[in-house]
């Protein structure tokens, strides 16, 4: 019997069996499918997917998100690779292919995520244990909503890179986060992650934070010292770029997380 599911990018995946060997390319994905118990059907992941740790020692890294080694994934045999349109390039995608299925996700919002995780359930066929995941999430989302409801917004910038310098803008998943922590993303009016000029970051919007994360730049105090010769008055603060960009079961930690940092910059 066939199984058929469609992917975000709304592209029909048909299937001749439950997939028993998973190879995924994108790191949050990767401690999903740890979290949902199908540790021992993934055979191979990037150098990046670093949790949980032990899965680099006991399966086959095939590359990078960008970079993959396809005679090594074609050799580990997949019954789907897992990708997302940001992570991962249409010619990655469009090369394995012709080795597997491939699933695609794409992801903007926190309701991507679950939808993600409900087409995981049935690809997989783990409905109990995502439905499990959905309900612990959607209860910190709750429960985050309230406590936030009250907080005062701030401006902010949020860094991802130097030389050059990037932040995230518009259209992407770090910006929702900024948005449901009520905090104002003065680069929210250009699109996905924008090469910015430090000397106009006051012109931008004059920002009351700026959020260095840390990945995928390894940021450090000489960089935040850097960028405060062309603020006004910001507050620099190095922040889990995992628990902001990360969309997958690791959210579950975020919201803790995200907590302790609006305590820490009152």
């Known amino acids: 019997m066939k199984l058929e599911v469609t992917d975000q990018l709304h592209r029909s995946i048909i299937l001749d069996k439950k997939p028993k060997r998973i190879i995924s ?21 990037t150098k990046f997917c670093v949790h949980p740790y032990h899965l680099k020692q006991s399966k086959t890294i095939v590359g990078g998100t960008k970079n993959v080694k396809l005679e090594r994934i074609k050799e580990l045999a997949p019954d ?17 292919e012709k080795i597997a299925p491939v699933h695609v996700s794409n992801i903007f919002n926190l309701n991507d995520t679950i939808e993600l995780m409900h087409q995981y359930g049935t690809l997989f066929s783990c409905r109990t244990e995502t439905q499990k995941i959905i309900q612990k999430l959607e209860f910190k989302i709750s429960d985050f ?24 803008g518009n259209h992407t998943f770090i910006n929702h986060i900024l948005e449901l922590n009520k ?22 919007g ?10 995928p730049y390894p940021f450090k105090e000489e960089h935040a010292f850097e960028i405060g010769r062309f603020t006004h008055h910001a507050k620099t603060v190095f922040v889990d770029g995992e628990l902001f960009s990360w969309y997958g079961s690791r959210l579950l930690k975020s919201f803790d997380y995200f907590k302790k940092l609006h305590q820490r910059i009152v």
């Open 145 to 168: 909503k309230e406590f936030i409801k009250d907080v005062t917004p701030k401006k902010v910038a949020y860094f991802i890179w130097r030389n050059p310098w990037m932040t995230a």
């Open 206 to 215: 004059d920002p009351d934070l700026v959020f260095l994360s840390s990945e």
């Open 25 to 45: 390319l994108v790191p949050s994905q990767t401690e999903l499918l740890f979290d949902l118990g199908l540790e021992e059907y993934i055979v191979g992941i």
């Open 183 to 204: 905090f104002e993303n003065i680069y929210k009016n250009k699109d996905r992650y924008p090469e910015i000029e430090l000397k106009k970051i006051r012109l931008e």
């Open 80 to 96: 789907i690779i897992l990708c997302n349109k940001e992570e991962n390039t249409q010619e990655i995608v469009e090369a394995c």
